[in-house]
């Protein structure tokens, strides 16, 4: 079966920039006490005139352009999010229309939380191999403002979110493995955010427990990504995990004996964004030149749900 290649990405963060000292003037806590439990150094936020389809058009956009795709090219538009700035339009048909995609290719949203885009990239890539060859390429979006939903009187969450959007086209490609693992932990306790308009629509989250499955998941998640593939870890160049907090990459990378230089960070820049960290950090290892042509990545994630997974792609 044909598995993904990545033909562009592309990312967007949002112009207002807040440190762990700007926290520090909102609620108790301090940058020290932030740093060290989590890495965050600072995050951003969507400021006047910025939401979450600005933010996703601006990296969809970047992301076709360094894909050197057009709109005709498009199958699909899937788009990871759950603060979409409409209930309806879905983000996705809303960058259909903005992009001016055709009428041919279907657009949707995903809501994974945290993983929500590797779902997204999922349901394209299973689209794609049913579709039509003649818009043979994928346009797959992961956009949050959480700073929405963030309840600004809880130093034990509200320091840990930011705003943010990434962007990836993709196309099949039967040189690469087909190796994608979802999986849900059904739970409403652990990780919620009640329905943005309904009273008090702010992220609840009982930190301990979202490490315990964190670090059950990750490494799970891995091991099952390359058990399908047919790989080892020596076979994979990066690993790109959700940016949910340092400690628990670190943890995963221990727990799993694994080079550090292996898996990406940029936690102390963005904080979590949710289902935008995993295509923002992808985008940033291109740009940068971390991630090369040819080269294989696993993306792994889990979020709320309780959801995780993981899947093999190459550029």
């Known amino acids: 079966m044909n598995g993904i290649r990545v033909l562009g990405t592309g ?28 890495g965050i150094c600072r995050r ?14 601006a990296a969809a956009k970047l992301a076709m ?7 005709e090219d498009i199958g699909i538009c899937v788009a990871a999010t759950f603060t979409a700035d409409h209930g309806t339009p879905s983000l996705a048909c809303e960058l259909h229309h903005l992009l001016g995609l055709p009428e041919s290719a279907p657009s949707f949203d995903v809501n994974a939380a945290c993983t929500g885009f590797l779902h997204a990239l999922e349901a394209a890539r299973c689209y794609l191999a049913a579709g039509d060859p003649s818009a043979p390429c994928a346009l797959v979006v992961g956009s949050e403002v959480l700073s ?36 849900a932990r059904g739970d409403d306790q652990v990780l919620r955010c009640p329905g943005i308009g309904q009273e008090k629509a702010y992220i609840y989250m009982d930190g301990k427990a979202v490490f315990r499955f964190a670090v059950d998941a990750f490494p799970k998640s891995i091991h099952a990504v390359l058990d399908k593939a047919g790989l080892t870890l020596e076979d994979v160049d990066h690993i790109v995990c959700h940016q949910a907090n340092a400690r628990i990459i670190d943890f995963v990378i221990r727990k799993l004996k694994a080079p550090e230089e292996k898996f990406y960070k940029n936690i102390q820049e963005y904080g ?28 792994v994630g889990f979020g709320g749900g309780l959801t995780w997974g993981g899947t093999l792609l190459r550029l």
């Open 65 to 71: 352009e360094r894909a050197g795709v057009g709109p």
């Open 148 to 183: 929405r939903v963030t309840d600004f009187t809880d130093r034990s969450t509200c320091v840990l979110f930011g705003d943010g959007a990434g962007a990836a086209v993709i196309r099949l490609d039967d040189t690469v493995p087909q190796a994608t693992v979802l999986g």
């Open 11 to 38: 990312r967007h963060i949002p112009s207002r920039c807040v440190t762990n000292d700007d926290m520090a003037q909102i609620v108790e806590t301090s940058d020290q006490w932030i740093q060290e439990r989590t």
């Open 272 to 299: 979590n964004t949710s289902a935008a960290s995993i295509p923002i950090a992808l985008d940033e290892m291109v740009e940068k030149g971390i991630a090369r042509p040819g080269e294989t990545l696993l993306l």
């Open 44 to 57: 951003h936020f969507c400021g006047e005139g910025e939401g979450n389809t600005s933010n996703a058009f």
